[in-house]
């Protein structure tokens, strides 16, 4: 396997760890407006993502950073061109950390009211911007001849992008739901189940017209294989939220949501961003990549290193694995 493919499919792997595990923190966050009663049933809800939350960024800024060395000129163009959707995604992460972080710092319940506005609001931005840039990635957008975005904002929000973006909200939402019933106890957690599966239906609607219209494009083997497979894992996690089986749901969306991303990856490849110009114009694995020596040198430390990362993160999961509800919040 040559070393641009390798670090093209590093960068996808990152990206699945970064959706499968954030997904479920962007979850939560907008639960907090649709499941939450009262003050101590969203202390609970925050709990559940309280120990892992800003572990699960990493990979987003490790995905970042790969991209940066692995790939320059993908990141150059991707970070110019996306501007303020990335800046967009950005200011909503660090209001979300602010409410995380702020929340308890003051008793009053106007400020309370306001820290969980700021976790609704940078948990909804980032789902919904986050399938509407990946789309768009897959999709194409205006490239010129030098490899610069030559596009506008609107540019983005069109029909597919649009899609997308409701993909990984709904998706998002279903992901944290099943996630809240596997760590919790009583009617909250009986509450997101149903939640789930309440929003689960307009879910997979989206999910299957987007992953259609997408295999469709593309029209490869893999991309149709991946595409099912979505479909199927979603279709499984709903049936297992269903019969009482939390484990199973939380795995059947994580998933789904795993090969949403294996399926973006494998209709983009050999591309890395289309040019709805020219195709010529289009980056590819090849193009926008950086020496062979200093992937070469990346390989190296991502092998040493990767084992050390996943295995501290899976401990911390391990650790805090136990369910929780309202009777362990004091106060």
């Keep these: 396997m040559e070393l641009t493919t390798f670090w093209f499919i590093v960068i996808a792997v990152l990206w699945i760890g970064y959706l499968v595990l954030e997904g479920f923190d962007f979850g939560v966050g907008m639960l907090m407006a649709l499941l939450a009663r009262d003050d101590k049933e969203r202390r609970v809800l925050l709990n559940t993502i309280g120990p892992v939350w800003d572990g699960n960024e990493v990979w987003l800024l490790v995905a970042g950073g790969a991209t940066f060395a692995a790939f320059p000129e993908w990141y150059a163009t991707l970070f110019s061109g996306f501007y303020v959707p990335l800046l967009l995604i950005l200011m909503a992460l660090i209001v979300r950390i602010i409410g995380i972080e702020f929340r308890s710092k003051r008793p009053e319940p106007a400020w309370k009211l306001r820290c969980d506005i700021a976790i609704v609001f940078g948990s909804v931005v980032p789902a919904l911007v986050w399938g509407v840039a990946l789309a768009n ?137 289309v040019s709805s110009l020219d195709p010529a114009w289009s980056l590819t694995t090849e193009n926008a990549a950086s020496t062979p020596y200093t992937l070469k040198i990346m390989s190296w430390v991502a092998v040493a290193f990767t084992p050390i990362v996943v295995g501290y993160q899976s401990w911390s999961y391990w650790v805090f694995r136990r369910r929780i509800g309202v009777q362990h919040i004091p106060g």
């Design 137 to 273: 990635i897959v999709r194409g957008v205006p490239i010129d001849a030098d490899k610069e975005y030559v596009g506008g904002l609107l540019d983005l929000f069109n029909p597919y992008g649009v899609l997308g973006g409701l993909v990984t909200l709904t998706v998002f939402l279903v992901h944290g739901a099943f996630f809240v019933g596997l760590k919790t106890t009583g009617p909250i957690r009986e509450r997101a189940i149903a939640m789930g599966l309440r929003v689960g239906v307009f879910a997979a609607f989206f999910t299957t017209v987007f992953v259609g219209w997408t295999a469709m494009r593309d029209d490869t083997l893999q991309v149709w294989a991946a595409a099912a497979g979505v479909l199927v894992a979603f279709v499984l996690a709903l049936a297992a939220a269903t019969a009482g089986r939390d484990g199973w749901a939380f795995v059947g969306t994580a998933v789904a949501i795993g090969l949403l991303v294996v399926m973006l990856f494998a209709a983009l490849f050999p591309d890395v961003m």
